[in-house]
């Protein structure tokens, strides 16, 4: 059996810094939020509240630790996600205009995605940059990420410029 002061030595360097949510039972049972400054992934199929989920991080985020934060949507518009989570009790408009929350619509149109060899996130990394300077963000959501390659085959890329990304 490992010494007492060894085991506390060992959990004390695999502690990751993490960022409180605000979201109910949440924080107690990750220990205190999600893993600071790293992107969490969230899952589960469609319907099962990743959305709200992610709102609400972003909201509580704002409101209670003052880290703002960007909502970039790939699926619905920003009209319909203020609607949708008004029900929860959020004005998005208020936040919005307060300049604690940024909400971005980008259409993604798997018709007009064509896999080129040179086939990059650019544009979108200037709009996300704009859209977190704009407002001080500490706090960035992307729903959902899997439109945003929905249209190319090559893993090779799509695992690049995920990486470019979360760097």
Request: charged residues 25%.
């Amino acid at each position: 059996m490992p010494r007492k002061s060894s085991v506390i030595a060992a959990k004390r360097l695999t502690t990751l810094p993490k960022s409180l949510t605000g979201i109910t039972g949440l924080d107690e049972i990750t220990e205190g939020g999600l893993p600071t400054g790293r992107p969490t992934l969230i899952c589960g199929a469609a319907g099962c509240g990743k959305t709200l989920f992610s709102m609400e991080f972003l909201v509580k985020g704002a409101l209670q630790y003052g880290e703002p934060g960007v909502f970039m949507a790939f699926e619905e518009k920003t009209d319909e996600l203020t609607t949708n989570v008004a029900s929860l009790g959020f004005d998005l408009a208020k936040l919005q205009k307060d300049k604690l929350i940024r909400l971005d619509h980008v259409e993604i149109v798997r018709s007009e995605i064509e896999e080129t060899g040179e086939y990059d996130l650019d544009g979108l990394f200037i709009r996300l940059g704009y859209a977190i300077d704009s407002i001080g963000a500490k706090r960035v959501v992307l729903d959902t990420i899997e439109n945003l390659f929905s249209g190319l085959g090559n893993e090779a890329v799509v695992r690049a410029e995920l990486r470019r990304l979360f760097t």
